[in-house]
């Protein structure tokens, strides 16, 4: 069977410092991998997706950015946090054409 | 382009009560409808999800949900709640594109279930 990990859990970084979160998908091969912010009252925001190695497409222009460097794994990055970029980051995957999407356990990030 | 409501923030309920939760949604093409519940600090889990078969559809949990074309409608019911329903619901509507699915959830319902 498939399962998808995150890491960190739980993240509290300084306004200013870098971010590295990374997710893996086991049990699968050449998923579409997707990363999400979940904010306080605003619901879940698609930021990246990916189809494939090296393949990352971006929704929402902002100080994030994502890497896919192994098939099965979806990395999402910041050199310099925000206090905006608090929030529930929630790594996703499906099975290529396939429509259902499964989500990860999630990882809480606070910026102080 | 798809969209998602969802109306009511909150909705509050006694335990074995019915569960009726609204998810209302517009899309240009026959779409994929989705519900999932977030437990607090957790990631979302599928309850159920409608793909163009049966239109009313079986999750888990003793949930379900009717797909209705004519209202636009994917509301999620259980016929009698329990505590362990309390979490966060959200209904998602899905377009497939160039081969990948696209999600577009509404901005969620919180359940809660008194004794």
């Known amino acids: 069977s498939q399962t998808i990990h995150q890491w960190p859990a739980t993240l509290v970084q300084p306004v200013g410092s870098p971010l590295s979160l990374e997710c893996t998908v086991e049990?699968?091969?050449?998923?579409?991998l997707y990363w999400y912010r979940q904010a306080a009252g605003r619901g879940l925001q698609l930021l990246f997706y990916?189809?494939?190695?090296?393949?990352i497409s971006s929704e929402v222009p902002q100080n994030l950015s994502a890497s896919r460097p192994q098939d099965r794994q979806f990395i999402l990055s910041s050199k310099k946090l925000l206090l905006s970029d608090s929030g529930f980051y929630l790594c996703?995957?499906?099975?290529?054409?396939?429509?259902?999407?499964?989500f990860g356990p999630g990882t809480r990030l606070t910026v102080l | 382009a798809q969209s998602v409501t969802q109306l009511g923030s909150h909705v509050s309920v006694s335990e074995g009560a019915l569960v009726l939760l609204r998810c209302n949604y517009s899309s240009s093409v026959p779409p994929y409808l989705f519900w999932y519940v977030q437990y607090p600090n957790q990631g979302l889990q599928l309850l159920l999800k409608y793909t163009s078969a049966a239109t009313l559809v079986k999750g888990i949990n003793g949930f379900e949900a009717e797909f209705k074309k004519s209202e636009t409608s994917f509301h999620l019911t259980k016929p009698s709640a329990h505590m362990s329903d309390a979490a966060e619901y959200f209904c998602?509507?899905?377009?497939?594109?160039?081969?990948?699915?696209?999600?577009?959830f509404g901005k969620g319902t919180m359940l809660l279930v008194s004794p």
């Open positions: 996703a995957w499906t099975s290529g054409s396939a429509e259902t999407q499964y």
């Open positions: 990916s189809v494939g190695i090296g393949q």
């Open positions: 998602a509507v899905s377009l497939k594109d160039s081969g990948y699915s696209t999600l577009t």
């Open positions: 049990g699968t091969s050449n998923p579409n």
